[in-house]
């Protein structure tokens, strides 16, 4: 049978199985978006009722999510969604800070043109933007922070450490978006993606990786700082 857009029956009726990669994407978007909090256990079964998918693809899920430190499969109980702790909070943005200078410095290398960069100076733009108003939009912000990140790791040549930044990003999404309103309001951070970019614009390689590597520290210490002083255990 040929799949036609707008149609989602087999010719019985009846619903086909959702691909690995579709309940994975699907999967993923919800633990990132808290909608299974840190600590919660799920089921197989309740996942595959949710998403409308045969078991297969799920059980699939698990483990792609628990290789990438999302998840936790207990067995004969589903899965436990990873919580992070200050410590590992700490731990992620020492590899972040390891990571993304290597990757922003292999971009220079690479001699983008202004164009290939759009993307990076237009999350900047963003990111000004929702600053600019009498009521910041900091989820805006957030997103076009982001986008810049997720951008500039994948256009760094190297497809193996863009994984590994990805990776490791991911695992600090929601400790990100949970201390959104608890930190200063990013206008030093939104000035240090400008200038890593301007830097990747001047090819000063050099310079870019030097930017990024304090951007990084300064950001994680920030974070860390914070979840230490609202005394917050899990994330």
Not at 41 to 46: C, D, N, T, V
Request: glycine letters at 6%; aromatic letters at 6%.
């Amino acid at each position: 049978m040929i799949a036609l857009a707008g149609y989602d029956e087999t010719e019985d009726g009846s619903r086909p199985p959702r691909s690995s990669e579709a309940v994975y994407l699907k999967l993923k978007q919800a633990i990132l978006d808290n909608r299974y909090p840190p600590g919660a256990q799920i089921l197989e079964s309740q996942i595959a009722s949710e998403f409308e998918a045969s078991r297969t693809p799920v059980r699939e899920s698990f483990v792609r999510l628990q290789q990438e430190g999302l998840l936790e499969i207990v067995p004969r109980h589903g899965v436990r969604i990873s919580a992070l702790s200050p410590g590992d909070m700490r731990e992620i943005y020492e590899i972040l800070m390891s990571l993304e200078p290597t990757a922003v410095e292999l971009l220079v290398a690479r001699r983008p043109d202004r164009a290939e960069l759009s993307g990076l100076v237009r999350a900047c733009d963003d990111m000004e933007n929702a600053l600019a108003g009498a009521q910041p939009d900091l989820v805006a912000w957030a997103m076009a922070d982001e986008h810049f990140h997720m951008s500039l790791a994948k256009l760094c040549g190297n497809k193996r450490l863009a994984a590994m930044i990805l990776t490791v990003w991911d695992q600090a999404h929601r400790a990100r978006m949970f201390t959104l309103s608890l930190r200063p309001l990013p206008l030093q951070s939104t000035a240090e993606h400008r200038a890593v970019v301007d830097a990747v614009l001047a090819g000063d390689g050099d310079r870019a990786r030097e930017l990024y590597f304090a951007h990084r520290k300064r950001g994680g210490n920030e974070l860390t700082t914070i979840i230490e002083r609202h005394g917050i255990q899990r994330l």
